[in-house]
C-alpha cells in the first residue's frame, strides 16, 4: 500500500516535498516512481529510484529542479520539488514495481501499485 502526501498551493518559484509511505510488504528490491496527470493530459513519469542502489532518474522537464530520495528506514520515497513552475501543476502520484517486471521505467505500465495522488498547484 502506498501513501502520497504533501501536495497544495505554491506560488511559482517556490517549493514542496512530496511523501510516499509504503506499507504492507517488503520494497527492498523494487523500483519506486513519481508520475504526474495535469487535466487533459496523460500520466506522464517525473521521476525514479531504487530502493536499495541504482542512480536515480528524472524526466527532462524535472531535472535540476527536482529531487527524488528515499528513506528505507521510514519506508518513505520522497520528491522534493523546487523552481516550481505553473506548468507542474498536477496530480502526483507514487508507484512502485516489483524486481521481476521490465520495462521502461518510465512506462506508467510496468508499475503494480500506485498512492492515491496529491494534487499539486503552483499559481503563476
Known amino acids: 500500500q502506498l501513501q502520497a502526501s504533501g501536495g497544495g498551493l505554491v506560488q511559482a518559484g517556490g517549493s514542496l516535498r512530496l511523501s510516499c509511505a509504503a506499507s504492507?510488504?517488503?520494497?527492498?528490491?523494487?523500483?519506486m516512481g513519481w508520475f504526474r496527470q495535469a487535466p487533459g493530459k496523460e500520466r506522464e513519469f517525473v521521476a525514479a529510484?531504487?530502493?536499495?542502489?541504482?542512480?536515480?532518474t528524472y524526466a527532462d522537464s524535472v531535472k535540476g529542479r527536482f529531487t527524488i530520495s528515499r528513506d528505507n528506514d521510514k519506508n518513505t520515497v520522497y520528491l522534493q520539488m523546487n523552481s516550481l513552475k505553473a506548468e507542474d501543476t498536477a496530480v502526483y502520484y507514487c508507484?512502485?514495481?516489483?524486481?521481476?517486471?521490465?520495462?521502461?521505467?518510465?512506462?506508467?505500465?510496468?508499475?503494480?501499485?500506485w498512492g492515491q495522488g496529491t494534487q499539486v498547484t503552483v499559481s503563476s
Open positions: 529510484i531504487r530502493w536499495r542502489g541504482g542512480v536515480p
Open positions: 508507484a512502485s514495481r516489483p524486481p521481476n517486471r521490465g520495462g521502461y521505467y518510465d512506462r506508467s505500465s510496468t508499475y503494480t501499485d
Open positions: 504492507g510488504r517488503t520494497f527492498s528490491s523494487y523500483l
